[in-house]
């Protein structure tokens, strides 16, 4: 039997408005090495998104480099892909490193390194391979490379390859990744496809950046049918599979972000023997609450003592108070309140029952054209990235509806 661990999102180094996180990825990363301890798998895989930005503060830094230091003293190889948040170039750099530990990564697609490994235990062999998070601009330039056919007259700049082509982009999609699974493949065996991006009709739990490829929201798990027979995914932070062919599984991510996910966080264990795959989702023990709170003056105490103090790390607690008229001293009261009762305040916002005709986020909008406010900030700081605005233009459209939609609800 060959025993696998799946996770993946783990964004080391991400805070929650300006409060640290790392007590969180200590407790998760703990409890983690002690789960390898007890299961003693032959593998974890890291399905991307190790860290949360391109540079990350030295501490999350340090985390990742002792958990791969806990992991080699414990024999257990360790896979890992770059997700959309994670810098290629810093999971690289210290390549020399991991030659003489048990680490097998792929960071870009389009890289001569190796992306197919085979694990054995026993009878049983299976074959990973290993597909990074891709951009579109990547698919463009595996096409300017493999794809001399087409007319250079067409193409007036790299990422105008495929758009000015008369075919439909999901089709130059899907025979990217289909020639990119059978490049890498060995075809001897049955095969695990490791990723990061969007795949099927899954749920998102909010804290994921949107990724569209080329207009295509997802991608079709069934083109990969016959390919392979097992995907194990990055991407999504909450866990779930489905039941296609192959069939499919997100990890989801290990830790809540914010108020509003799923509280309960999985990893999966995967064991394959005799060609069969048994997946096992595996409950992430639960550190720390993250709420939002609607309370008015005559409740607020009483639902605060209602608070659980369950978990280890203190809550973190957002409250929205309801009152008939600005008082500025209940606000101090129910500050000093949470932190005596062992809480974390995030951020206490008191809303007067007639503030909603009036918000300020539609008074400035009647003021402001936004994204005419983003494009200027945009281009005065990189003037000649359209690609960049664009896509920054959308990440900042769904800010701006997501404020919009919560400032509704409150
Ligand atoms: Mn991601």
Same mark, same amino acid.
């Given at each position: 039997?060959?025993?696998?661990i799946?996770?993946a999102?783990?964004?080391?180094g ?16 703990s ?14 895989i890291?399905?991307g ?11 999350? &830094?340090? &985390? ?9 003293d414990?024999s257990?190889k ?13 999971l ?5 490193? *991991? ?9 870009? =697609?389009? #890289?001569?390194?190796?992306?197919s ?9 299976? @074959? ?5 998070f ?5 698919i %463009? &330039?595996? *096409? /300017? ?8 007259e067409?193409?007036t ?21 289909? +020639?990119?699974v059978?490049?890498?493949s ?38 990969f049918?016959?390919?392979v027979?097992?995907?194990? /995914?990055?991407?999504?932070?909450r866990a ?11 990890s989801?991510?290990?830790? =809540?972000?914010?108020?509003?996910? %799923? ?12 060609d %069969?795959f048994? +997946?096992?989702?595996?409950?992430v023990? $639960? ?5 939002q ?11 605060? #003592?209602?608070?659980d ?13 309801l ?6 001293e ?6 000093? *309140? ?10 206490i ?17 009647e003021? *402001?054209?936004? @994204?005419? =406010?983003f ?5 005065n700081k ?11 233009l959308?990440i900042?459209? $769904? ?12």
């Amino acid at each position: 039997m060959i025993k696998i661990i799946h996770t993946a999102d783990w964004h080391l180094g991400k805070k929650f408005f300006q409060l640290e996180r790392i007590n969180d990825h200590d407790a998760f990363l703990s409890w983690l090495i002690s789960l390898l301890k007890k299961e003693k798998p032959d593998a974890i895989i890291i399905a991307g998104d190790i860290f949360d930005c391109h540079q990350p503060p030295h501490s999350a &830094q340090k &985390q990742f480099y002792r958990f791969l230091k806990d992991v080699s003293d414990l024999s257990i190889k360790v896979i890992f892909i770059a997700g959309n948040h994670d810098s290629k170039h810093f999971l690289n750099a210290p390549e020399p490193f *991991y030659e003489n530990l048990d680490i097998f990564f792929k960071t870009s =697609v389009n #890289d001569s390194k190796e992306s197919s490994i085979v694990l054995k235990n026993g009878t049983d062999e299976l @074959e990973l391979i290993l597909l990074p998070f891709f951009k579109w601009s990547e698919i %463009n &330039q595996w *096409y /300017l490379k493999n794809k001399t056919q087409l007319s250079s007259e067409k193409i007036t700049s790299k990422n105008e390859v495929i758009n000015n082509s008369e075919d439909d982009p999901d089709k130059y999609i899907t025979e990217y990744l289909q +020639t990119y699974v059978n490049k890498s493949s060995l075809n001897k065996h049955r095969k695990m496809l490791v990723s990061h991006h969007s795949f099927g009709q899954y749920h998102s739990d909010g804290t994921e950046l949107n990724l569209n490829i080329a207009g295509i929201e997802s991608i079709d798990i069934s083109i990969f049918k016959g390919l392979v027979d097992y995907i194990a /995914l990055g991407h999504i932070h909450r866990a779930q599979k489905f039941n296609s062919i192959p069939e499919t599984h997100y990890s989801g991510s290990p830790i =809540v972000f914010r108020h509003g996910e %799923n509280k309960q966080k999985y990893l999966n264990i995967i064991k394959y023997s005799n060609d %069969n795959f048994v +997946t096992e989702k595996i409950i992430v023990p $639960n550190l720390r609450n993250i709420l939002q709170l609607k309370l008015n003056e005559l409740n607020w105490k009483e639902k605060i #003592d209602l608070l659980d103090i369950n978990p280890t790390l203190p809550t973190f607690l957002s409250v929205v108070l309801l009152m008939e008229k600005s008082d500025y001293e209940i606000l101090t009261t129910i500050k000093n *309140y949470v932190r005596e009762k062992g809480h974390i305040l995030i951020n206490i916002i008191p809303s007067t029952q007639n503030s909603n005709k009036d918000t300020p986020d539609e008074n400035i909008e009647e003021i *402001y054209d936004l @994204e005419k =406010v983003f494009e200027k900030f945009y281009y005065n700081k990189f003037p000649n990235d359209t690609e960049g605005f664009n896509k920054n233009l959308n990440i900042f459209k $769904n800010v701006i509806s997501e404020i919009k939609e919560k400032s509704i609800s409150v």
